[in-house]
Structure formats: structure tokens, C-alpha cells
């Protein structure tokens, strides 16, 4: 679950838990809305350790690839990893 996910799962669960007035049979929306809170703050929660470990774009492995002339016609790759 992401980031975006979690928030949005927040959002619907404080709708549900704080702006909602109908009452059902049945079931419970207000206990609904704090089980979607609660789902979307641990999601969040595990998103970011997550996200802080990952260690974002451009940190990582990446290779170099270059292509250049034999003197022949032909050509040699050259690939490096960086």
C-alpha cells in the first residue's frame, strides 16, 4: 500500500467516522471509519519506513553504455556498471 493509498483510506475513514450522521442496522459506519483509519495510519506508517529505506531514484546501481567506431566499419560497445 502507498502512500497515496493510506491517505486516501484516512480520509474516508474520518468522513465516515466524523461527518457521517446516518445510523444503520446492522452494521456501524462510525466503527467502520476508525477501522479504515486505523488501516490507512499503519499503512502510512509502513509506507514511510519503507520509503525511507528504499532509498529513492538515482542512488542506486546504473550503468553507462558507449558505443564508439573500430576504425572498420563496425563498432564496439563499451558497458560499465556505475
Known sequence: MGVG?????IAIGAILR??????????N???????LLIIGG?????????????GGFGNGY???????SDGRGGYIEHERGV
Open 42 to 54: 499503519v499503512g502510512l506508517v509502513l509506507s514511510m519506513l519503507f520509503w525511507s529505506s528504499w
Open 18 to 27: 466524523f461527518a457521517v450522521t446516518v445510523t444503520t442496522s446492522g452494521f
Open 5 to 9: 493509498t493510506s491517505l486516501v483510506l
Open 29 to 35: 459506519i462510525h466503527t467502520i471509519g476508525v477501522i
Open 62 to 68: 546504473s550503468r553507462e553504455r558507449r558505443v564508439s
